[in-house]
């Protein structure tokens, strides 16, 4: 077997590389990133003459880029892809239906959409992972621990810069409450209604005529459910992250948030803000050395778990997180993960932890023994070669 890594412009997922070295598989590596929307017809036409030249089974990335689909296609050579964000438009593209794609969506809802409305060669549900051996290898110093400890943090996002709030200035009165009444029905809920039944047909036809066009569909997805992930996840879950750090902070213990430079925390009151952690090891410190960590997930992502709930356990930390359906099977809740499934829950749930660290201390263990046996980039690579039938 010889596989060709390749990065994409969203995330280099290191990890996948070095568990395809721990694993002995033959592979190498094109440096330079594919653009998701914006092909580079060189470095294509490079790819494709690699392809030819290289002897290669197949093409990996972790994240869907269409141009690349369809040079496999002309190469003859599986195109394996793990997506890790939900809904991710790049799937909805004419070259989803090319028959080398090997697809791996950690969104069970998703995979099952593409499934029952693409002739899609091979789609399958996959999870994603962690590295709990680069995670344990980290040199921890006295510094780390003094930096990194804290009660209650989250680690993300807040989310103000969107497509909905650019469009405030263009919307009538009717329009924007049209959307305050979405944002306030799905506020605060996780585990119930989905955004992407919100608007109905003729609404969504009628955003597509009334935006301007660098904001219209113009992929194979539904209008329906373009303009809930476009127009209603980010607004929704920033309000959320907002609402639910300032009531944090009010609690005796407080609340920590590792944000970007370009957030907007003048709309916090009293959250201790501490500059953004890198992927590789300051995060997992973060997560280390957090007494509790705060998951709260964009309402765009169907079922899926996002890698943050891997990387916190994979760290140690204890996970408190907002529901979702793909949880099940993945973890034992109340056992090795605890979730909420409303803010005032949320709340809850954090003041009882605080109180008793002996049962927070026992489920953040067996979160981490879990997702060392069970959640490692090792089992799910074994997952995809296998389902690919390489050898």
Known sequence: MKILYIYTDYFKNYDIMVTLQKMGISFDV??????????????????????????????????????????CEDGGVFYIAWTYDSILHSLYNKSIENKCNRLFIYD????????????????????????????????????????????????GDLYQQNTYYSLLTELSDGERQY????FSYFFGKWGGDSIYDWFSETDADYLQERLPDYLKNNGLLPNRRFFADTLLSKPIGSLERIEILNRLAKKPYGVRLYHKESSDCSVLNNVELHKAVNYFDEM???????????????????????????????????????????????????????????IDELLEKVDYYMKHEDERTKIAKAGFMRAKAEHSYEKRLLAIFSAVDLK
Request: charged share 25%.
């Open 30 to 71: 094109i440096e330079d990133s594919f653009m998701t929307w914006e092909p580079d017809e060189k470095k294509l036409s490079a790819l494709l003459e690699k392809l030819k030249r290289g002897s290669y089974q197949a093409v990996l990335s972790y994240g869907y880029v269409p141009s690349v689909s369809d040079v």
């Open 179 to 182: 959307f305050r009444n979405a």
């Open 284 to 342: 997992n410190k973060a997560f280390k050395y957090s007494k509790i960590n705060i998951n709260i997930t964009l309402h765009g992502m169907m079922s899926g778990v996002p890698l943050r709930c891997f990387d916190v356990v994979a760290s140690g930390g204890f996970l408190l997180t907002n529901y979702q359906s793909d949880l099940e099977g993945l973890f034992e809740e109340d056992k090795e993960i605890v979730c909420y499934r409303s």
């Open 108 to 155: 069970s809802a998703e995979a099952n959409y593409i499934k029952e409305h693409f002739d899609a060669p091979r789609v399958y549900y996959l999870p994603l992972a962690a590295n709990v051996d680069r995670i344990e290898a980290l040199e921890i110093t006295s510094e780390d621990v003094r930096e990194y400890s804290t009660n209650v943090s989250f680690v």
